[in-house]
């Protein structure tokens, strides 16, 4: 679905930067063309000052979505999900990061979380990067507590896993 989103900008780089920073950071596009993170409006200088692009572009892209029934639909109902992984030194919490080899593959959280829950560890939050929208998507686990070597080298014995680090 990325790939069909961002063709239908392909003739404009700086479009497709707006269009990957909108999907990257949940932010919506309202009715009215406005970018907005729940009811709270993103004004569109921010948004072009963030990827160095003129804030016309974004106005232009935000027309688009507004303009194509399937892109509005889409951008109309995405959120974002508040993230543990960078507050986690300040609550005292363990963020695993695991690295694969194939990203798209099936069964990669179930078989990270089912050894992380073997050992009777909480998990106060799974994150997923989607390799759609990074070139080395990595997996976050982040634990109310640490996780011990042995679980660690399970989880690095698995035949997918490139990386694990916390």
């Known amino acids: 679905m990325f790939d069909e989103i ?9 479009q497709q930067a707006v269009i990957r920073l909108l999907l990257e950071r949940g932010f919506s596009v309202n009715e009215e063309g406005r970018v907005v993170s729940g009811g709270i409006e993103i004004p569109f200088t921010g948004i072009a ?3 160095d692009v003129d804030r016309r572009v974004v106005d232009s892209t935000t027309d688009a979505i ?7 639909r889409i951008f109309a109902n995405i959120g974002a999900i508040p993230s543990l992984r960078d507050l986690a030194p300040v609550l005292d919490l363990t963020v695993l990061t695991v690295e694969v080899a194939a990203a798209d593959e099936s ?3 179930a078989a990270v979380t089912d050894r992380i829950a073997e050992a009777d ?3 106060r939050q799974v994150i997923s990067e989607d390799p759609e929208f990074t070139d080395e998507p990595k997996l976050y686990i982040i634990t109310d507590e640490s996780i011990p070597g042995e679980v660690l080298v ?3 014995d698995l ?6 680090e916390f």
């Open 66 to 72: 507004r303009d194509d029934p399937e892109l509005q």
């Open 49 to 51: 000052r963030e990827i």
């Open 121 to 123: 560890i909480s998990i």
């Open 154 to 156: 399970s989880i690095r």
């Open 6 to 14: 961002m063709e239908k900008f392909e003739g404009s780089p700086s």
């Open 107 to 109: 069964g990669i959280v």
């Open 159 to 164: 035949p997918f896993v490139r990386r694990v």
